[in-house]
């Protein structure tokens, strides 16, 4: 196989808005089995340099965390150990100061494993999730939900 001479694959985040991003984080890390990124090491090491105020900082999960930021990523993928931001599969939570309004633009789908749809809505539930309508169409079904914030995502 030769190489390739054009650009190299851009690595890339999906970030949604929210109104609590460490509670938004928490409930994706338990609905996609990821884990909440662990930034503590780094900031702590910014704080200690005097490079970040403390009060963009805030305790989650018994460790520093940024105040307006949350992430969760998928656990099989690499991250950076300085800073524990993922290098993969992985969802930042960004606090904006607007509630949502209107229908998502994006959203996720949520694959269920052969025939547990039905136990995974309810998982989901179980988590926070609320169910928006059942879909029912030649080319499949699905459930669409919406996250504790309203965000809608399907359950196929």
């Not at 607007?98 to 179980?126: C, F, S």
């Not at 079904?141 to 399907?154: K, T």
Request: charged residues 25%; glycine residues 8%; hydrophobic residues 40%.
């Amino acid at each position: 196989m030769t190489p390739t001479s054009g650009p190299a694959p851009l690595h890339f985040k999906i970030v949604i808005d929210a109104a609590a991003p460490h509670a938004q984080a928490d409930f994706w890390a338990a609905a996609l089995h990821y884990e909440v990124e662990d930034n503590s090491a780094l900031i702590e090491k910014l704080l200690g340099f005097g490079a970040a105020p403390a009060e963009l900082t805030v305790e989650s999960h018994g460790r520093r965390a940024w105040r307006d930021l949350a992430a969760v990523r998928h656990p099989d993928d690499p991250f950076q150990e300085e800073s524990g931001t993922g290098l993969g599969r992985r969802l930042l939570f960004q606090r904006v100061p607007e509630a949502k309004t209107v229908k998502n633009r994006v959203h996720l789908d949520v694959h269920a494993r052969d025939g547990q749809r039905e136990q995974e809505v309810a998982r989901l539930q179980g988590l926070g999730a609320s169910v928006l309508r059942q879909v029912k169409e030649p080319g499949g079904e699905w459930v669409v939900m919406a996250d504790p914030e309203g965000n809608e995502f399907c359950v196929h």
